[in-house]
């Protein structure tokens, strides 16, 4: 059984934002396990955020765990109990009874860890954060074997926006969603059982019967995206928010269409609309370029209302009208420059990035990629930072 998690609560909205990971980091190859790697056998309620916390002695060093077990871990957004996972860093990690947990002691290598990241927090530009203007560090945690990737935040961290991001992105559309292109009318197979509570809902693999509109008779390995509408915008609009991938198997005139669900991404059923599926395609090896003093513009929706937003969630930015944006394009949320009392101005900072997946009329859509403070919601100023070419 899954291990299912709600965002309503503080600690568990972070939980969430440590397990969604970065989908570079799938299909890569397990790192070799280091001499003085530990074992950890998965427990309910265990998660890759905690266990980084509470081995390494910060939980966004999570896909460092991920790396050394990508052969039992086949996606990080789960891991089972009973799972028996390698810990990278020995004894220089933190663990039960070190610093920072109860009874703590002092741990072999944690003051020469501390040194370096004062050393990072001291670099130009650095703003006094543990991981200043980078989404890795090499700096971080080197005295406990582990050593992560460094990238510039807006300039060259992480450049493309994958294919699923971009197919499974909510984006604004006008009221009532695109102009309505098919339909989920019916399952094709017929259960053994009765089914009466969510007999409407549909996985991966369910054979179903969809109604396409036009004159034209779509062919067979055509794809289409389904998708429930959401929250309406204050500009009119309203979002949507794609629910999975059907596939066209069979197609007889004067009859609905037989189609597979081949993805899913959020709660898919049955008389959900369906629009044509689409493909994003960037130049090659294109980087975003650094943007000084960019245009502004503010959060408008934040997916599923969470209490605080964290890496891999999605929202929307309030669409610029004298400014081109496109796909891969970064913003940054800012906290805005403030006089505070006795006249000190406390200068514009960082607390987020955004890479955009898609732009419409009616707003821009987005994906945390990098955040150092927690408070994101609607409201937020963003600033754009960095543009493909």
Same mark, same amino acid.
Do not use: C
């Given at each position: 059984?899954?291990?299912?998690?709600?965002?309503?609560?503080?600690?568990?909205?972070?939980?969430?934002?440590?397990?969604?990971?970065?989908?570079?980091?799938?299909?890569?190859?397990?790192?070799?396990?280091?001499?003085?790697?530990?074992?950890?056998?998965?427990?309910?309620?265990?998660? @890759?955020?905690?266990?980084?916390? #509470?081995?390494?002695?910060?939980?966004?060093?999570? +896909?460092?765990?991920?790396?050394?077990?990508?052969?039992?871990?086949?996606? *990080?957004?789960?891991?089972?109990?009973?799972?028996?996972?390698?810990? *990278?860093?020995?004894?220089?990690?933190?663990?039960?009874?070190?610093?920072?947990?109860?009874?703590?002691?002092?741990?072999?290598?944690?003051?020469?860890?501390?040194?370096?990241?004062?050393?990072?927090?001291?670099?130009?530009?650095?703003?006094?954060?543990?991981? +200043? %203007?980078?989404?890795?560090?090499?700096?971080?945690?080197?005295?406990?074997?582990?050593?992560? %990737?460094?990238?510039?935040?807006?300039?060259?961290?992480? +450049?493309?926006?994958?294919?699923?991001?971009?197919?499974?992105?909510?984006?604004?559309?006008? +009221?009532?969603?695109?102009?309505? %292109?098919?339909?989920?009318? &019916?399952?094709?197979?017929?259960?053994? #059982?009765? =089914?009466?509570?969510?007999?409407?809902?549909?996985?991966?693999?369910?054979? @179903?019967?969809?109604?396409?509109?036009?004159?034209?008779?779509?062919?067979?390995?055509?794809?289409?995206?389904?998708?429930?509408?959401?929250?309406?915008?204050?500009?009119?609009?309203?979002?949507?928010?794609?629910?999975?991938?059907?596939?066209?198997?069979?197609?007889?005139?004067?009859?609905?269409?037989?189609?597979?669900?081949?993805?899913?991404?959020?709660?898919?059923?049955?008389?959900?609309?369906?629009?044509?599926?689409?493909?994003?395609? @960037?130049?090659?090896?294109?980087? *975003?370029?650094?943007?000084?003093?960019?245009? =502004?513009? !503010?959060?408008?929706?934040?997916?599923?209302?969470? !209490?605080?937003?964290?890496?891999?969630?999605?929202?929307?930015?309030?669409?610029?009208?004298?400014?081109?944006?496109? *796909?891969?394009?970064?913003?940054?949320?800012?906290?805005?420059?403030?006089?505070?009392?006795?006249?000190?101005?406390?200068?514009?900072?960082?607390? &987020?990035?955004?890479?955009?997946? !898609?732009?419409?009329?009616?707003?821009?859509?987005?994906?945390?990629?990098?955040?150092?403070?927690?408070?994101?919601?609607?409201?937020?100023?963003?600033? @754009?930072?960095? !543009?493909?070419?």
């Amino acid at each position: 059984m899954r291990m299912t998690t709600s965002r309503s609560s503080w600690a568990v909205a972070l939980a969430v934002g440590a397990l969604l990971a970065p989908a570079a980091l799938a299909g890569q190859e397990p790192a070799a396990r280091p001499a003085d790697a530990r074992t950890h056998t998965v427990r309910p309620g265990d998660t @890759l955020w905690d266990l980084a916390g #509470t081995y390494l002695g910060d939980p966004f060093l999570w +896909p460092e765990i991920y790396r050394v077990n990508t052969e039992i871990v086949e996606d *990080p957004h789960w891991i089972y109990p009973g799972e028996v996972l390698t810990i *990278p860093g020995g004894a220089a990690g933190v663990v039960a009874g070190a610093p920072g947990a109860p009874g703590g002691s002092a741990v072999p290598g944690a003051d020469a860890e501390q040194e370096q990241r004062r050393q990072v927090d001291e670099q130009p530009g650095g703003g006094g954060s543990r991981y +200043p %203007r980078t989404v890795f560090s090499e700096s971080v945690a080197r005295s406990s074997g582990v050593t992560m %990737r460094q990238g510039v935040l807006g300039r060259h961290a992480r +450049p493309e926006v994958r294919s699923g991001e971009y197919v499974s992105a909510p984006f604004g559309d006008r +009221p009532g969603g695109p102009s309505g %292109r098919g339909r989920i009318v &019916a399952r094709a197979s017929i259960p053994g #059982t009765a =089914m009466t509570v969510g007999a409407e809902r549909l996985y991966i693999a369910d054979v @179903l019967y969809v109604q396409i509109s036009g004159n034209t008779l779509p062919l067979v390995g055509d794809r289409y995206v389904s998708y429930r509408l959401d929250e309406d915008l204050d500009n009119g609009g309203q979002v949507v928010v794609p629910t999975g991938v059907v596939r066209i198997e069979r197609v007889t005139p004067g009859e609905a269409a037989t189609a597979r669900v081949v993805e899913e991404f959020d709660d898919m059923r049955l008389q959900q609309d369906l629009y044509p599926f689409d493909t994003l395609a @960037l130049p090659l090896n294109a980087r *975003p370029a650094a943007v000084e003093r960019g245009a =502004m513009t !503010k959060v408008m929706w934040v997916e599923n209302d969470p !209490k605080l937003p964290s890496i891999q969630h999605r929202l929307l930015l309030e669409p610029m009208r004298n400014q081109a944006v496109r *796909p891969g394009d970064q913003f940054a949320l800012v906290r805005e420059r403030v006089r505070i009392e006795g006249g000190a101005v406390l200068p514009e900072r960082e607390i &987020a990035v955004v890479q955009v997946l !898609k732009v419409t009329r009616y707003g821009i859509s987005g994906i945390i990629i990098h955040q150092t403070e927690p408070r994101i919601e609607v409201g937020t100023p963003a600033r @754009l930072i960095a !543009k493909m070419p």
